[in-house]
Nanobody
Framework: QVQLVESGGGLVQAGGSLRLACTAS????????MGWFRQAPGKEREVVAA????????YYADSATGRFTISRDNAKNTVLLQMNSLKPEDTAVYYC????????????????????WGQGTQVTVSS
């Protein structure tokens, strides 16, 4: 059974940092793009960052560029999201996801393109 488990969320003051981790189990995901998404109350789920199968290519939403860094460790089936200079508008539930329908791809898909999802971890940034 495939499972994605996020960790590392919490409450932080504006300007602070958090590191989110997502560990996959049940199969290997080293062939697939993995991504981090977030959803704030009353808003649609949006991409934050994505990383291709090798880790050599990354994508960031404008809101994350320069502040967040995505990385992966295929040996550990883990993807990380380092978030610095956090702002109150970063408050949301953060989800990791895998696009297992496209092997060895560097094409970036919207949330609908990802087929395995974690349960989410809450990030709250206070002003």
């Amino acid at each position: 059974q495939v499972q994605l488990v996020e960790s590392g969320g919490g409450l932080v003051q504006a300007g602070g940092s958090l590191r989110l981790a997502c560990t996959a189990s049940g199969r290997t995901f080293s062939m697939y793009t993995m991504g981090w998404f977030r959803q704030a109350p009353g808003k649609e789920r949006e991409v934050v960052a994505a990383i291709n199968y090798s880790g050599r290519r990354t994508y960031y939403a404008d809101s994350a560029t320069g502040r967040f860094t995505i990385s992966r460790d295929n040996a550990k089936n883990t993807v990380l999201l380092q978030m610095n200079s956090l702002k109150p508008e970063d408050t949301a539930v953060y989800y990791c996801a895998v696009d297992s329908r496209h092997s060895y791809s560097s094409t970036w898909y919207p949330p609908s393109g990802y087929d395995y999802w974690g349960q989410g971890t809450q990030v709250t940034v206070s002003s």
